[in-house]
């Protein structure tokens, strides 16, 4: 039974039948964890986002995977559309105060915004991110307790490709998908769990 980074080790060793990927088994995991955040969108992952512009911008957070949704923060709140940075400059190329933002771009580490901010708005909203890296000083997280199966097949199939284990690979590989689709009908059902349904006119 996984209950930890350490028993997770232990299960894929066990699951492999090897005993010699003591050290080849952490960097399976920590490559596992990155196709996970590569695969997947949970709301585990989601993080609230609220960060004041400062000189007409904001930095992307840490551990940062994808948006959500962004908005400006205010009595209304002004919902924020996504482009590229080319756009943005091409269609606001005044980059000094001009209004309140309706569109954001990311510009390596920092968002851009269209127009440019003419107050230090308050950018809110809900981002994907990554959890802490599992290790022996990060025990566990929300796919050890909840998904360790997930963690264990993608694990496994790192192992079987380093191994060069073509069945293996096939069979992890087969397993690692039939969990994700799994996780991924969840989360459907559970964004629309609660809702009544409407035929709406239009």
């Not at 908005?71 to 919902?79: E, P």
């Not at 990554?130 to 199939?157: E, G, H, K, V």
């Given at each position: ?6 028993t ?58 994808e ?13 924020l ?37 003419d ?50 690979m ?33």
């Open positions: 039974m996984i209950t930890s980074y350490a997770l080790k232990t299960s894929i060793a066990d699951y492999a039948h090897r005993t010699d990927l003591t050290a080849p088994i952490i960097e399976f995991i920590t490559d596992a964890e990155s196709r996970i955040y590569n695969d997947l969108r949970l709301r585990c992952m989601e993080t609230a986002f609220s960060e004041a512009i400062a000189s007409g911008t904001v930095a992307v957070p840490s551990g940062f995977l948006w959500k949704y962004l908005y400006v923060d205010g009595s209304t709140a002004q919902k559309t996504r482009k590229d940075a080319e756009w943005i400059y091409t269609n606001y190329p005044t980059r000094s105060a001009s209004g309140k933002p309706v569109y954001f771009a990311r510009e390596a580490e920092t968002l851009i915004f269209g127009p440019y901010p107050s230090a708005y308050t950018i809110k909203g809900v981002y994907y991110k990554r959890l802490a890296a599992l290790s022996d000083s990060n025990t566990t997280n929300w796919f050890i307790t909840d998904a360790p199966d997930l963690l264990r097949y993608a694990a496994l199939a790192e192992a079987a490709f380093w191994t060069k284990d073509e069945r293996d096939n069979t992890f590989e087969a397993k690692y998908q039939m969990i994700k689709s799994r996780l991924e009908s969840t989360e459907r059902k559970e964004a629309f769990s609660g809702s009544v349904l409407s035929v709406s006119r239009g």
